[in-house]
């Protein structure tokens, strides 16, 4: 395949033949002007060129010319390919310099190819060969005549573009007259059209971000764009808004696809696309369409360049007035509203100069102060609104603390009309000019009297109900779920034995002080509590450092929020071990009244049964012989009847059913006596050791009182000594 070189002012013809011939095989090479044409045949050394008749800085003929000067390039064939109208006087010219072909534009693909390889062939390089003699004189005299030719088309086109301008300049001064924004759009996209001859044009508008479509019509054209407000800038104009680049093109098959516009786009073959735009902000695009065989021109890209550039002006200038209008109206509303809020404002405002007199005061300060602003506006502040006693040191304050910006919140008292005072919380600016010097001082302030009296009322009902929990003895808790933070009182932290503000503050360290079985039903109660909201009831039990078990109760609340979530937890606490304790005591006595009934029950039965035994005794006794062996048997079933006298009496007095009978007793005849028994009471795990005093004094005393004394002594240490152990009874 052969080198070729294409050379034409006009990149869209450029294209077009590179493209065919290089689809055929061809190694190809493109120039904008005669000039770059030299160079790259010199550089390249193409076996055709092919070049347009008519261009800037040097045209096809001299061109040619300096082929043929240079011995190096006389022979390179050469094809003209120029407009239909120079193809009479490009055909001569080509005749007289070796030119071998003239292609006419617009120029078939086939027509293409077909002289093409006719030049590049044995026959076409003999043919357009040149000759060593001289070009022909006619050669430089129809060179002339077409030169001629071109400059009164070029004053005809000047003619003809000065027409155009004078137009642009008519569109841009009507739109800039209307202000109705579409019929403004509407007559800028028929007169783009007229203007320019495109088939139909686009307009679109973007939001200030320069990325969402804000609106777009399509003007020539009874079709839907695809693209809807609110969408992405799509395709080819999102580089033109985001880039501010013109585009310029063919669509060969006028698919909107392959420009990444929507398929429902309408078809789009040429295509001249402008940003419309300032130097600080891009308002959209305008995009010219040619459907009918119709290209743009450099001509077509600077106009439109212009008029979108003055579109774009107008569109900001309207934009800015909008903007400053915008901005008037909240200026009026803010300035309304300040206005309003300085008026009905729930606060004493009050402006101030360097001596003291009144420069401002809104009405909520009238209406407290019970004066007009009329009557206050220059007066002394001090003088007019200050309790006597007060004047002095307030002036003082202000002259030296607050007028200087060192004093910036204070509570004075102020004075009505009437007398009567209030107290007011102030907050003080010292007010200055552009050279630093105080002009006077700002001041808001905030009647507190009331709020004092509540606070003072409150600490009063603090105190009492304080005084009243502690006297109780009533522990008080509450707990943020957003925070977490758990709070004590000092009565809380001494009920679980802790020293006041030493507890952590955390629902884990209250959990850990939770006796252990105790801990699972307190934690479900408050559990259920937080879930379904409402109180808790607990009691549980907690070991203090040094090892006690004490015994709590407590009722809580959970606070639910709007959400249904738990807010807060508050709740109470007493410490009720005492009551416990006595409960553990009377149940213990229960049993013990049970154990004596039963037993007074059994010692009244059982010595009805000794009565019949012991009178049998009798009757036996007086019967029999007294060396009799049967009378010794008696005798002895006798002293077990008196044996179990004396356990019956014990039985009568452990229940308390005995009458009370002193009498003089040994006490270590009763411990003795009282041993036996004892040991069946408090069990076999526990020994009993008796240490009795030889020679111990008589005591006088219901032995039926005495012996419950030791059994309630052996009942307490058998509980002592759950394991076992030795229980030892002194006598001294």
């Known amino acids: 395949m052969a080198k070729i070189l294409v050379v034409d002012d006009i990149a869209a013809n450029r294209e077009l033949l590179v493209v065919l011939l290089r689809h055929n095989g061809h190694t190809m090479f493109e120039a904008g002007d005669g000039s770059q044409g030299l160079a790259a045949v010199r550089e390249h050394r193409p076996d055709l060129v092919i070049t347009d008749v008519l261009m800037p800085v040097m045209d096809g003929y001299e061109f040619v010319r300096q082929l043929r000067v240079d011995p190096a390039t006389t022979a390179v064939p050469v094809v003209f390919y120029t407009a239909h109208y120079n193809e009479r006087e490009a055909k001569a010219l080509a005749h007289s310099s070796g030119v071998g072909h003239v ?3 617009p120029v078939q693909s086939a027509e293409v190819l077909r002289v093409v390889a006719l030049m590049l062939s044995p026959q076409g390089q003999r043919k357009s060969g040149a000759t060593d003699a001289p070009l022909d004189p006619e050669f430089d005299r129809q060179h002339l005549r077409l030169l001629t030719d071109k400059l009164s088309e070029k004053a005809g086109d000047l003619i003809a573009t000065n027409a155009r301008l004078t137009a642009l300049m008519d569109i841009a001064a009507n739109l800039a007259s209307e202000r109705d924004a579409a019929r403004r759009n509407e007559y800028l996209c028929s007169s783009v059209r007229d203007l320019f001859g495109a088939t139909y044009v686009s307009l679109g508008l973007v939001e200030r971000d320069g990325t969402t479509v804000q609106s777009i019509i399509l003007y020539g054209i009874d079709a839907s764009p695809g693209i809807e407000p609110g969408e992405q800038v799509p395709g080819i104009f999102m580089r033109i808004v985001a880039d501010r680049h013109v585009l310029r093109g063919n669509n060969h098959r006028g698919a909107p696809g392959n420009l990444h516009l929507p398929d429902s786009h309408p078809k789009i073959r040429a295509f001249l696309a402008v940003p419309v735009a300032t130097s600080s902000h891009v308002f959209g695009w305008i995009c010219l369409v040619g459907n009918e065989g119709r290209a743009f ?3 077509d890209e600077h106009l439109m360049t212009v008029l979108a550039s003055q579109v774009g002006r107008i569109y900001e200038l309207e934009y800015e007035i909008l903007e400053r209008r915008n901005a008037e109206q909240a200026l009026r509303h803010e300035r309304d509203r300040a206005q309003r809020s300085l008026d009905t404002a729930q606060v004493i405002l009050l402006e101030l100069d360097t001596i003291g007199r009144i420069c401002l005061v809104n009405r909520y300060a009238c209406l407290m102060l019970e004066w007009s602003a009329e009557e206050l506006m220059g007066r002394d502040w001090f003088d007019t609104c200050v309790p006597e006693r007060l004047r002095d040191s307030r002036r003082a304050q202000f002259l030296n603390g607050t007028l200087q910006g060192e004093i910036a ?4 008292v102020i004075i009505t009309k009437a007398g009567d005072e209030r107290l007011i919380e102030w907050r003080h600016t010292a007010l200055r000019n552009s050279a630093g010097d105080a002009t006077g001082t700002y001041s808001s ?13 409150l600490r009063s009902a603090e105190e009492r109900m304080r005084f009243v929990l502690e006297s109780a003895g009533v522990g008080i808790w509450d707990m943020d779920f957003a925070t977490g933070a758990l709070r004590w009182s000092p009565i809380m932290e001494a009920q679980y034995g802790m020293d006041a503000h030493s507890f952590p503050g955390t629902f884990e360290a209250f959990a850990d002080r939770i006796h252990p079985e105790d801990r699972a039903s307190v934690m479900e109660g408050i559990n259920q509590a937080m879930v379904n909201g409402g109180d808790y009831v607990t009691e549980h039990r907690t070991t203090w450092p040094d090892g006690t078990v004490h015994w709590l109760s407590g009722i809580g609340r959970v606070l639910l929020g709007e959400d249904g979530q738990p807010v807060r937890v508050v709740g109470i606490s007493i410490d009720v071990t005492k009551r416990h304790n006595l409960e553990e005591q009377f149940q213990q006595a229960q049993k013990m009244e049970a154990i004596g009934r039963l037993a007074g029950g059994v010692a009244h039965d059982f010595n009805n049964l000794l009565t019949v035994i012991m009178g049998h005794c009798e009757l036996l006794l007086q019967d029999l012989d007294a060396g009799s062996p049967v009378a010794e048997e008696v005798v002895q079933i006798q002293k077990a009847g008196v044996s179990a006298v004396g356990l019956t009496r014990q039985l009568l007095a452990f229940s ?7 009498t003089i007793l040994d006490l270590n005849e009763v411990v003795s006596h009282v041993r036996v028994m ?8 526990i020994a009993i050791a008796l240490e009795l005093q030889p020679g111990l004094s008589s005591v006088k005393a219901d032995q039926g009182q005495v012996e419950p ?5 052996a009942v307490n240490a058998r509980q002592a000594m759950p394991s076992g152990g030795t229980l030892t009874i002194c006598t001294a």
């Open 103 to 105: 292609l006419s534009k």
């Open 297 to 299: 021109s450099d001509d």
């Open 409 to 412: 919140i204070a509570e004075n």
């Open 445 to 457: 302030g905030t009647d507190i009297t009331e709020r004092t009296r509540a606070t003072a009322d």
């Open 656 to 662: 308390r059913k005995q009458i009370i009978q002193p």
């Open 678 to 685: 004892l040991g069946r009471l408090i069990g076999e795990n």
């Open 709 to 713: 004394i030791l059994m309630n002594l």
